[in-house]
């Protein structure tokens, strides 16, 4: 008997440290990816000081990461255990988001004051787009102004 219940006092607690994760922010609009490398595809973009679940805090470069329902690697040089201030954007500290055509959510156009990491075009009301495609790039925002 002595021998189950210290058994189960073992799994119970790998189990515990197993389930432990903790809470990090994107330093930057930050590329969600399938695999940990910077050419595999985007699933989507979380934007600059969004806290995210990591699993394991480690010193690697690329770790999985769960974010809106997804699972993906992210960069870990985009992390911070600090909370991030929005001080980049200019219209205000909550951004939207969309689900696109493909079914990835995606950063709605923001305003900053200068091109965030993963903005694809600058549109003519001077917002930033995140599209993942360029149709209807900035169709609500007066057009595409410069793809970047």
């Not at 490398?37 to 470069?61: A, F, L, R, Y």
């Not at 600090?82 to 156009?109: F, L």
């Amino acid at each position: 008997m002595k021998k189950i219940v210290f058994l189960f006092i073992q799994l119970v607690f790998a189990l515990t440290i197993n389930a432990q994760s903790s809470v990090k922010y994107a330093t930057v609009n930050l590329n969600l990816r399938t695999a940990p490398n910077k050419s595999s595809h985007v699933i989507m973009v979380i934007p600059q000081g969004t806290p995210v679940t990591i699993d394991e805090d480690c010193n690697c470069k690329w770790i999985p990461i769960r974010y809106d329902g997804q699972i993906g690697y992210v960069s870990t040089k985009y992390l911070t255990k600090n909370k991030i201030s929005y001080s980049g954007n200019t219209e205000s500290a909550h951004i939207k988001h969309y689900t696109n055509s493909r079914g990835n959510r995606v950063q709605s156009p923001t305003r900053y004051n200068s091109a965030p990491a993963g903005a694809t075009a600058l549109c003519r009301d001077g917002s930033y787009s995140f599209s993942q495609s360029r149709r209807g790039t900035c169709s609500h925002h007066g057009g595409v102004a410069i793809w970047l």
